[in-house]
């Protein structure tokens, strides 16, 4: 390790763990924390938040930055500090763009909108929303000034969760999508009597949910020492770092799919914070590609994986002994039905694989006609009503279950796409492993989950940041993000299922 | 507020936040964390411990302490400034007397003893601990050189936990306690068989034990909407601040009293935590006088209270209906008698009331032997085992329950008088406010504690350091630290029931 290096690192580590205990902190509140805690809890963090961000802004980091990035300069093609520059050197300009001052203006009117949203859901009525809305918009604009951005303000949105990605781009994959989904919906629409899910629903008992739950990713190869689930209200993952990998979630004892995929989900992101690489630990580089990235791993474990025949025909068994009076004269091909059961519904969180590409073409269209300055934030609930008619051929009665559904809109614009590029990537790498591992459907009937892991940690989990989105693509699929898998997959499962 | 207490309080709140962040961390480590988490939480609070360190001892806070100072000179007396500005000043010169090579030095040196002691463990042997036990020894007379001492250097570790404790009062203390103690453990040893335990063992359900638990605690006060209960190996209380403050325990089945009475102590802690003055939080005037005034309140409910004729008239009846088959025959003063059992035993922690004294008159009179240089680490066996038998009557076989018990001394000398501060205090709050609340016993056996914890929160829990530790004892109590009411309580008692 060089000098240079060796001094950057130190730096990073100490802001890393910084972060971690904020994350710390902030698991804790989601889990745990009494209500007492709220106000000393909301102040711990912004401290840390704070310190974190005066260390990368300070000059003296600037200075080791630049030295670093001058000694990299010289090094060969292909050397991993190239990739560490990259990724300490987006942290930073991101840090620097942002004035404190916007940042801590941000951070006020994410608590004021997330007050008045909470208010709009109680009155069922956007326009209650709106105005802190407004002002959100125009601080999203702000903020995309601040950052800079190839072609409209909207890219630099999207570029925080997205590294790389433009509206272009999205648009054009929601595109694809939207012509392939939407005649789809409208088919399986036409047949949804062909598929029943009714054995999904009864009295399934909490604790033995919770060790369903953990019996299947425990099978997939998440590594209870150097993690755990707890419970929460909305399911999540968060590191404090490879060694200790948090997942939560949350159980209704009147279904059993809800708190069973969720626990695939977040063990899916799970298995891909456990297997970052150590050596690289506490630095940017040491982190996840993208949020889009990361969503496409919790989507295979959950979809790709869990909601396959293969899958089913080895876990089955142990469902049954679970829940024998429920499942017990329930076959494969009975439960894997249900388990993919379509409908065209008004909310994104409980939406299937086909439909929920929709819900995000409907947010990531208003969104950019705000950001355009092409709908003003009052008539959010109209654009909502017609896309939503036009995609999904459904209707929001009220704005709870339409526009006002989702908190990220209390923190601002660009936080979706990531849901649809997890998808597409699903199926990208889930179709590239299959080439790779030839007997990928026996072995996971077989409950041998290796070599898919193996595949995923090699292909992707160890790489950390060294790739981009689209280089890791190109090197584990042979091709950049395209929807093609995606769409062959979703098309082929679901005429096959509803017989279209 | 003045522009000069504004600045200062400032930097303290930012200090508050980092150590109460480290706070969550370190409890997070004791009751969740995964084995995994182990190096990366040892790095996360390393770098916190540093930064609030850095902070502390800053120039700037140099500058804004010496202004506030100033100001505070001209204030009148009582004004709380003078008690803020004495808390502070505490911290800072402690902080700012240990050189940072020193601090690093001694926490290198814990990992090292730490280490060593798990092997001695293992080993059950003292000598294989001798060595690095010995560099703690020479280590701690570094830092009380470099902290200072009115007359030995023993007096400065005795004040890091206990502000203005030195040898000789201390000495003083327990030479009281044990010219007491020890002829009443000889005679209540002639005596053993006039107190039975045996209802005490047998299948007490886990969950059973923690619902008793919680009940009696809130009952005392214990506000769950400002913290909770979870387990960990040893109980311990720690806070986030005073809306959030977390207790732990740990049961077994096969006893009753070993988790009730941990509830009941920790629950003691966290009522002073839970009241300490809101108005002051986030500073050191908003904390705890001692650790020994700290154990005073953990020790009037588990003790005081907990074992107290009175309780049991008000809490047999829900233990009876928790646990009827173990409690259902049994009076009221079958179960005073039983959590009342003394027994010269080896191990301080499960010590009883009339014991527990000794077990700190040995380790303090071999620390302070150590100090002088009058004792060699490597004879510390021997010399335990003479106290032992001088005191208690009884002589450990091997150094895993004679003076291996203890992590205390991996971390350094000095911690064990505020376990006695905290019996002898104890014991003259309870004289005082039996003294103030006319029917005390007669309210705690209809289940009112809001009187008793009503003088505590007015006389103790709400006057954060505000005084010290003589001073609240002289408005509370109208004496200083006497040992006068903790012996005539455990005399009362005790020969009472043991018919001396």
Redesign the interface.
Known sequence: MTDRLAELTKRL??ID??E???A??G??QMT??????????G??L???AS?AHERLVSPEFGDVLRAFAEEVRGAPEGDVRHALLRTVQRAYDQATKLPQELVARQMRLTTEAYESWVAARAAKDFSVFAPAFAKMVDLSREIAEALGYPEESYDALLDLSEPGMTTKVAADLLGELKASLVPLVEAIAEHKERVDRSILYGHFADETQWRLGLEAITAFGF??????Q?RSIHPFTTS?????VRITTRISEDTFASAFFSTLHEGGHGLYEQGLPAEW??TPLGQAISSGVHESQSRLWENLVGRSRPFWRYFLPKAQAAFPSQFGQVSVEDIYRAVNYVEPSLIRVDADEVTYNLHIAVRFEVERALMRGELAARDVPEAWRAKMQEYLGVVPPDDLVGALQDIHWTGGLGGFIGYSVGNVVSAQVWEAAGRTIGDLPERIAQGDFAPLLGFLRRELHQLGSRETTDGFLRKATGQGLTTRPYLAYIEGKFSELYGL
């Open positions: 580590l100490e763990d910084i971690r205990a904020a710390v902190l698991w804790d745990y924390m009494p209500q007492g805690g709220n106000q000393g809890r102040e711990q912004a401290t840390l310190l590594d209870f020492s150097r993690g755990r707890d404090f770092g490879v060694g200790d630990a506490r």
